[in-house]
């Protein structure tokens, strides 16, 4: 793990207070996980919207940070592909797609095993310079 990303999941309290662990990041790339509580469940008996997005959001925060100067989403989209519910661990894996001046394009996919839940696409903007 970078030390940007370090310092940043340091002081992210919602992610932890989600669950949600990192399990890797890379240059560009990063993966985290949850297990869905049932407090996380709507009145559908599946998973909160909010919370499939937190841990797509989590990867994404720290593969756009792996490089190190402080970056924000600009800008993010997701499609929810299938439904999941208490119990199920979903897994984001954010791989970068491209950046350019002071932003980047990133993919996350969330599964919980083989199923894809959903998709998602962040656009980021770096706002700070290399903290090291």
Do not use: K, Q, W
Not at 14 to 20: E, F, H, K
Not at 51 to 59: G, H, I, N, Q, S
Not at 100 to 112: K, L
Not at 113 to 129: H, K, L, M, P
């Amino acid at each position: 793990m970078t030390d940007s990303v370090a310092r940043m999941l340091a002081d992210d309290a919602a992610s932890r207070a989600l669950g949600i662990e990192v399990t890797h990041v890379g240059n560009g790339t990063a993966t985290a996980r949850m297990t869905v509580r049932a407090d996380m469940v709507n009145g559908h008996d599946i998973t909160h919207g909010a919370f499939v997005f937190a841990v797509a959001d989590t990867a994404f925060a720290c593969a756009c940070n792996s490089h190190g100067p402080t970056t924000v989403a600009a800008a993010v989209d997701i499609i929810f592909v299938a439904p999941s519910h208490a119990g199920d661990v979903l897994e984001g894996r954010a791989v970068e797609r491209s950046r350019f001046a002071r932003s980047g394009i990133y993919d996350v996919t969330v599964r919980r095993g083989d199923d894809i839940i959903a998709e998602f696409r962040g656009t980021s903007r770096t706002i700070g310079n290399d903290p090291a």
